[in-house]
């Protein structure tokens, strides 16, 4: 007998609900973006985030219910994103989820938004079993952790300062590119040449796998406004693709040296900035230099999605890990975090 699992997630700027089934078959992935309403401030304003997904929480509910022609009488179990992200955020996704536990007597799973991230790679790729190596990167987080089990996960390194993905959007803003900046440098690269500057590499050692990106974008930084005080004429393409070149370095060589050092052979990525064309060729090119299996999400499930919520969630119940109605928003919390209370089943 299948297993319907609702779930939804709201931890920044997309408010979404989604019905898996059996927990790798998606029946439905309503995504309901903000990416124009926060453009024109340049970046995710929380409080505005939070008034959306107030208005949008229960229009997606009901249409990813819809799409996946079932009711909440068929629904086992609902997962909903409880941390990391915007605490406003996430507690309209929280109390949405909590209620209609209350309401229906269905039990209620909270999940960690970055271990959804990893498991948005089990959705794209059916044949995903652990133990793998996952390079996480995103807006807000950039961590090697390798998934031992479906319930086990060590974190061998992350970010000191900022983050891939805000690093990425930083750079963009400052030189023109509205928000999201990321896929506009990822664009422009391509056009550029990589070696036309040299930009730093932090914590390169050997057996480092924390990272850091703060001198990176203090460099590119010093560089464009050096230019515009000396009315040199930059070249956007190369500072894009030089820059883009410098912090994708540093991801693959750091996720070669974890995979070597810890035995993994199966390589994933994870998150938003997991949709980087120039990472992903990077990495696919030094999986295939070193033999390892590589696996990437779709680019709708490498952003922020509730399928991939649904997804650990699904493993999180058959592992009887179930939150009571104590659950509550957490903005800052590690991978492995226990969000559940193994009496409820």
Not at 161 to 190: C, L, Q, S, T, W
């Amino acid at each position: 007998m299948s297993v319907y699992t609702l779930a939804l997630e709201s931890s920044c700027d997309e408010t979404s609900a989604a019905v898996l089934q059996d927990g790798r078959t998606i029946l439905s992935n309503v995504i309901s973006s903000q990416i124009p309403i926060h453009r024109k401030f340049g970046g995710v304003v929380p409080e505005v985030a939070s008034r959306h997904h107030i208005e949008q929480v229960i229009p997606v509910i009901d249409q990813a219910l819809a799409d996946a022609h079932v009711t909440l009488q068929d629904i086992d179990h609902i997962g909903v994103t409880y941390g990391p992200g915007l605490v406003g955020a996430l507690l309209v996704g929280v109390a949405a989820a909590k209620g209609l536990s209350f309401a229906t007597d269905i039990p209620l799973i909270g999940v960690n938004h970055m271990e959804g991230h990893i498991f948005a790679n089990f959705l794209a790729n059916p044949e995903l079993e652990p133990p793998f190596l996952s390079l996480v990167v995103s807006g807000g987080h950039t961590m090697l952790v390798v998934v031992k089990d479906y319930e086990t996960f060590e974190i061998l390194g992350q970010t000191r300062d900022d983050a891939a993905g805000e690093a990425f959007d930083k750079i963009a803003r400052v030189m023109g590119f509205p928000y999201p900046g990321g896929p506009h440098i990822d664009n422009i690269a391509m056009e550029g040449n990589p070696e036309a500057i040299e930009f730093p590499k932090a914590l390169s050692e050997p057996g480092n796998f924390e990272f850091s990106f703060s001198g990176l974008k203090s460099a590119v930084l010093n560089y464009l406004n050096s230019a515009a005080q000396k009315n040199i004429e930059i070249n956007k393409a190369d500072v894009a693709a030089s820059f883009q070149k410098a912090l994708v370095d540093v991801l693959v060589e750091k996720t070669e040296d974890a995979a070597k050092r810890t035995g993994q052979m199966k390589i994933t990525i994870a998150g938003g900035v997991s949709a980087n064309k120039g990472l992903q060729k990077a990495i696919k090119e030094m999986c295939e230099r070193n033999g390892f299996m590589y696996y990437e999400p779709h680019k709708i499930l490498s952003t922020d999605n509730a399928a991939m919520i649904g997804c650990r969630a699904y493993y999180m119940a058959q592992a009887g890990k179930f939150s009571d109605l104590s659950l509550n928003a957490k903005p800052s919390v590690d991978i492995g975090t226990v969000s559940w209370v193994e009496s409820i089943k």
